[in-house]
């Protein structure tokens, strides 16, 4: 399977390289002959010229000269101009396509990595909860065993769940079929909630907490959970499980400021262009340790927009990163 796969990528590729290359050969083409066009006109231009000086009336030759090089002089202002604006033309709208199938190209590539992100996120789950759940069936388990299977698979479960979450709210909002519910959101219960979910499922994870007390904000609580569980899930997914997650929520200067950070890898000046963007997931697909699909930071950033919010990302120190969102309508 993985073999077909990689044979039906490399024809991909392939093919796409041959596009390009009679593209390119083409254009190459038309600017060649364009070229060619200008010379053969002008040499044209100096034949009709030196036929026009030879056959000119004696008794009038000063005259008649001075006219014959005028028009040589327009006429090849006239060539050049028209060439140049027609190069331009050509070298523009080429740039233009060669940018928009580019773009189309990594798209595509883009869904179909996602595509095989989710099946390989929904398998596992499932995979995991079935084998667990016929462990405790088939076998006489102790409590101890029983209660850290069951733990697995709610991790699992909710692992399922916030990922169905993700993708049903990425639908919803871009279809224009979310219905956004605005109500007074207790901020600092919201993370807590939040923080303490993933200190559940992540026992052995040092998250703190730096949060002040009952922040207001006007808000979708379904929405402003997902966007700070992707945040808390990335933290700690992206880092080791030795380091510390903190989870920070202050009023400052008239706005909300909230902010996770972590001391994991950290994120390389160029990834940090590119991770809000759908379905963008750093490095390629062997580095890649974490599971994951590229929707979790694109959804984010839309629902703090969606709040009057931002969210930016910036280096923690000594390592790792912060990704604070700012509320200006506290
Ligand atoms: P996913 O985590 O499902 O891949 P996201 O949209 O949540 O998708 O994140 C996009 C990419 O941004 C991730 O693939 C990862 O490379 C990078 N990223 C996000 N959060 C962090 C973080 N806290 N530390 C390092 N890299 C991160």
Redesign the pocket.
Known sequence: MAGTKKIKTLFKINKLRTIFVIYWVLLAYIIAALIWWFIALYQQNEIITQFKKNNSPLSSIGYSLSKIEDDRERRIHQYVGEGVTFLLFIIGGAVFIFRIVRRQFKQSQQQQNFMM?VAHELKTPIAVTKLNLETIQKHKLNEDQQSRLLGNTLQEANRLNDLCNNMLVASQIEGGGYNIINEQINLSELLKNCVSDFTIRFPKKNITTNIAEDIIVNGDYLLLQLAIN?LV???V???DSKTFVTANLKRSSGSIQLRIS?E????SAE?KKK??DKF????NRHT?E?????????L?KKIVEQHGGSVIVTDNKPQ??N?VIDFTNG
């Open positions: 992100a992707n899930d990335n933290a997914k992206y880092s972590d994991g890898k950290g994120i990834d991770i809000f963008y997931r750093a490095g890649r974490a599971k994951g699909t590229g929707l979790g930071l694109y984010t790792g990163s990704f």
